[in-house]
């Protein structure tokens, strides 16, 4: 019997993850290949043979997404799997149409699919997109375990840029280790403030692996999810975060929506400075598709250690990249505390701006 030949649609993160749950050893299917976009320079790398499994001795090769009729066509493909975040439905289903054109199946799997069970308790915390609040809620509530006398680790969504077999398993809980590492500072955003609390990070690329890790010093795990995605680990509480200065966005995107049908508890964040009509917007658009769950308000107060250093000045503002990249949001907390504090002038970079950061803009 001829094995499915698979073509998995990706980003770096919950790609590997759906692979090493589901086809990494099962011969009904052969994966022909990943493709990559959203992160720079990953495609025409391998995904290695250290960690693909018997079935893959020479690893699986990674091509851009953009040739996905070509891979459909030249490596006789039988289905598309998609498997990345923070894309609208309209995009998720371009892929589809793309890859059916071809004669290929499309594929989303689901949470029973991927989740990984645990011995301990899990508090996911995911959004309905990029820039919601996740990170400072996950603090919040690393915070509040920790002063009820449990021992808390995070575990955060995959952003393996570098070197996979090294990146398999990565503890975080010093500066130092961001170093060994060598994390970005797209991982550094997001490790640093959760080190800086006395909380344990965990990361990486096999979670399996890296859940057994975190289980032996934790009471209780907290899923930090990253690039709005659902999270790899089976939640015993599931929150969400919503985002009233993008109201309609949490029907709009995919896994967002995902996140939002099947949280327990939804945070609507930043109630504190979006406009109440689009506050009792997403309230409303809660109670419509998820009765059941609870609804917190949450205020989003942005701070700065040293008020002065801001008032009257020019201010070069440094943003959550994320957010502005591909969360469509047109500004971020800097440039909300610089008008907050009293900046004379934020400077514009962009006719100083090279490179990468240059295209970025």
């Known amino acids: ?69 070509q891979l459909v066509r030249n490596l006789r ?20 149409s793309r890859a059916m054109a071809g004669g290929a199946d499309f594929w989303l799997l689901g949470n029973n699919r991927t989740m990984l069970d645990t011995k301990v308790p899990v508090v996911a915390v995911c959004a309905v997109r990029t820039g919601c609040g996740k990170s400072q809620t996950s603090r919040y509530v690393a915070a509040k375990l920790r002063q009820a006398g449990l021992r808390v680790v995070a575990m955060r969504h995959p952003m393996p840029y570098g070197d996979l077999v090294r990146q398999k398993v990565e503890r975080l809980a010093t500066f130092e280790d961001l170093d060994r590492f060598e994390c970005t500072i797209e991982e550094r955003e997001e490790y640093e403030s959760h080190i800086a609390m006395g909380t344990v990070v965990y990361a990486g690329v096999v979670y399996s692996e890296i859940l057994a890790e975190a289980e032996r010093e934790a009471d209780v795990i907290i899923w930090d999810g990253g690039n709005n995605d659902t999270s790899f680990v089976r939640p015993d509480l599931w929150i969400t975060v919503a985002d009233p ?85 047109s500004f971020g907390a800097g440039q909300v505390a610089a008008e907050k504090y009293g900046a004379k002038e934020i400077v514009d970079p962009r006719p100083h701006a090279v490179g990468s950061i240059k295209a970025t803009y």
Do not use: C
């Open 77 to 96: 493909v039988d289905s598309v799997v998609f498997a990345y975040s923070d894309v609208t439905h309209e995009t998720v289903m371009h892929l589809a």
């Open 245 to 329: 200065l993008r109201p309609g966005h949490e029907l709009k995107y995919h896994p967002g929506e995902v996140n939002l049908r099947a949280a327990d508890v939804i945070l609507i964040n930043k109630a504190n400075t979006a406009p109440k009509a689009d506050v009792e917007a997403v309230a409303a658009t809660v109670r419509r598709v998820n009765p059941g769950a609870t609804v917190v308000l949450g205020a989003s107060v942005v701070t700065v250690a040293d008020p002065k250093a801001i008032k009257g000045k020019k201010v070069l503002l440094v943003e959550d990249g994320p957010t502005l990249t591909h969360g469509e949001m």
């Open 1 to 69: 019997m001829s094995r499915e030949r698979v073509l998995i649609l990706g980003a770096a993160g919950r790609d590997f993850h759906n692979f090493l749950r589901f086809f990494r050893d099962n011969e009904a299917y052969e994966v022909v290949g990943f493709t990559a976009t959203q992160i720079p320079g990953i495609e025409q790398r391998r995904y290695p043979k250290e960690l693909s499994g018997r079935l893959y001795p020479d690893g699986i090769p990674i091509y851009p997404e953009a040739q996905l009729e």
